[in-house]
């Protein structure tokens, strides 16, 4: 076997237990943790050299590949553990120069740590249950007695050059015969092997042993309030709540909701406020959750509250304007429940899932003995560092929708889904509903929610907006695609029937629609946006199409109403008037080829029968929609904009 092949088979298990440990939201939540491994390599000089291969900066342990490896020289990481000190940033500047490979991530804040441990494999996460034992008064006792000689221990110390550093003064002289890990207070856990599996089952051995621990002394805690009903969504206070927080952020924000019952028992707890209000569980959340979450409703209290914790801990030698929006990550309120906040619905999610964990460690930390945060100042250390080190980081430009929440009707297929697709791109959240349950499957991801529901049934239009609201915080924009185009028949053979069933769907459901989400859209951060999508029939009806053109004036007329009273509440309303789109589910290729006889057309001749002669797609009307949502339009509404490649008979 060629040293290269053996190379890649040891990265390759590398990433294989890696990967293991990054599935199990117990050991490791979204980014957190890290591992290594240390290889023999030849250097373009023909000598032999250690590598260490950790894990890279934004990669995740869960879906890591072997590029997420950072390979960095070994011999001059441990000569730098030998310093007497060294600034963080300076660290870094080190860790990237000392790479082997100059496409690689930026290695780990804690490769130093990994470099110094003389054990091959090397595994680290941040264990609910060690963070659970260790965020207690007694915590080092605990892990003592737990662990006795199996583990080396190490108090608190911001991750960085001075942890490294005291874990390489430690280490060798508390390391035993037995040593098969060690346990950073307040931070999380190590567990080290000659091989993959090795370091892997012993951390999950660890790890057992602690929440068996856990298990053992804190009995029923999670079965508490499992009886209590679930929490009611007040969906206007919610929005109201949603505008609040946007406008302190700086710009609009996803909340996302959980609610199960270790939630509810948490949220019922009377020392609630006393006990969240201590910090998080390990400083590695605090950018995302912030120190603390907001306990009840106030956002200018929240937010007054976090300008005085950020100036009484900046000092002389600090920035005091990197600083983090003042807006709040995390609410908990009795009456409302359990939000996350983002700046976009991937980030809502992120915290939703960091603050989950959470609530359960400081459950159990209560169990036994009482949660007991690390001090103020040492949160603030690690929020300052990555405030600093974001700034360092090139301004990802925000997209124009972020933070944002549109509804899309008619979303499984043509331009629903386009119009879906678009303003996704563009950064908002989308809701799609449609009677297809395709919708569901339009898109995924955090930022998409499909629902599969009748809009002619008043119930299933509530229940879209409410549940649109429980996932992102509030509506937006609101796109009115929905329709039905039935087959031509001339108005004397027009059952009444068959003209009310297309006006239930393309007038009534789209009334029924606009008048819900009224209050909603009132409560948009940047202004509520509405986009009808008409028709070419309305200015220009053709034959056989009765119900369907009269449908969609009357619903371009309940438009230019809307515009007219809406204009005080800040929503815009403007309507398109696509043609010939064919790319749509209505369409089949029959179809049109049927049609281009009839008019004894090729086909492609057909689909651009217009002024321009060009083919009008659903992504053509999709992208008109969502620039007509963007700043571009800010001052527009009542306009109606044909998109049609350019009709004589509507010009
Ligand atoms: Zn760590």
Redesign the pocket.
Known sequence: MSKKTAISEELAKRVETSRMIGADKSLVLHG???TSVKLAEEDIFGQQREVLYVKGSGWDLETIEPQGFAPVWLEPLRRLAMLDGMTDTEMVNQLVTNLVNANAPVPSI?TILHAILPYKYVD?T?ADAILAITNTPRGRELIEELYGDDVVIIPYVM?GFDLAKLVAKEFPLRRTERTIGMV?LN??IFSFGETAEESLQRMVDLVRRAQKFLRDRCGAWACVGATWEPTILDSVDVVKLRRSISLSAGGAVIMTRQDDTGVRSFLQRPDLHQIVTQGPVTP?HVIRTKRVPMVGTDVEKYTENYRRYFSEHVDSARDPKTMLDPAPRVVLDRRLGFWSIGRSARDAAIVSEIYRHTIDVIQQAEAIGGYQALPSEDIFDVEYWELEQAKLKKNSSSLPFAGEVALVTGAASGIGAATVAALRKLGAAVIGVDVNPVVEQVATGPDYLGICGNLTDQRAVSAAIERGIERFGGLDMLIMNAGVFPKGKPIDLLPLSDWCAVMDVNLDAAFDLMNKACPFLALAPRGGRVVVVGSKNVPAPGPGAAAYSASKAALTQLARVAALEWGKLGIRVNVVHPNAVFDTGIWTDEIIEARAQEYGLSVDAYKKRNLLQVEVTSNDVARLIAEMCSSTFWKVTGAQIPIDGGNDRVI
Request: net charge negative.
């Open positions: 957190g943790g890290n804690e680290h941040h991750p950073l931070h999380g590695d």
